[in-house]
């Protein structure tokens, strides 16, 4: 693993316990194993790594759909595979100590998760339409479906939702893929 992955490792597995705003400069310095110096050469500072860290997760998971997806798997699995990677993965990024920050300090990158969940959504959902395997999607016009479902998950998987109805992102997560499977004939 190179310097800069060390970096955004580091500000990764701190975060989990810390949150976001909570982690310092000079925590990530000591658990990368590296300067500051070093640090201030790969990014301009807190704000930087952290948004490397998030276009890291997001760049692994847009690779684990693709793989899924060509792996030739039910929906079924595609579905539970990528929200189980979301709650582990994501901890650093959607444990209760990031949600938070996400919403308060750190807007900015909240929308660039959820730009890239409703491409990523409206992709898959494509996805399964074309292979024709959920009846729903074959039977309802596309836009009506992804409307629906887009609206379910901009509304209920933000941390304005989550925050104010004291729900952790594992619970949203596990309850919107039963609600929307179940809604796609799918169990």
């Not at 690779?63 to 993965?89: C, F, G, H, W, Y």
């Not at 004291?166 to 499977?181: A, K």
Request: net charge negative; hydrophobic share 45%.
């Amino acid at each position: 693993m190179g310097i800069r992955e060390r970096i955004i490792r580091a500000c990764q597995e701190l975060s989990v316990n810390r949150g976001l705003s909570g982690v310092t400069m000079d925590e990530v310095v000591a658990h990368a194993g590296v300067s500051k110096r070093t640090v201030y050469r790969y990014f301009a500072g807190k704000d930087d790594i952290i948004a490397a860290a998030v276009d890291e997760f997001l760049q692994t998971m847009d690779q684990e759909l693709e793989r899924l997806i060509k792996a030739n798997l039910s929906p079924q699995e595609i579905v539970s595979t990528i929200m189980k990677r979301l709650v582990t993965d994501g901890q650093f990024i959607f444990g209760a100590h990031n949600i938070r920050s996400i919403q308060q300090v750190y807007p900015h990158i909240w929308e660039k998760i959820d730009s890239f969940r409703t491409e990523k959504f409206m992709y898959l959902l494509n996805v399964f339409r074309e292979k024709g395997e959920i009846e729903i999607l074959r039977e309802t016009d596309p836009r009506i479906v992804s409307a629906i479902f887009l609206a379910v998950a901009q509304t209920v998987m933000t941390p304005e939702f989550i925050i104010k109805n004291d729900l952790t992102f594992e619970d949203t997560v596990n309850q919107v893929s039963r609600i929307m499977m179940a809604a796609m004939g799918l169990r």
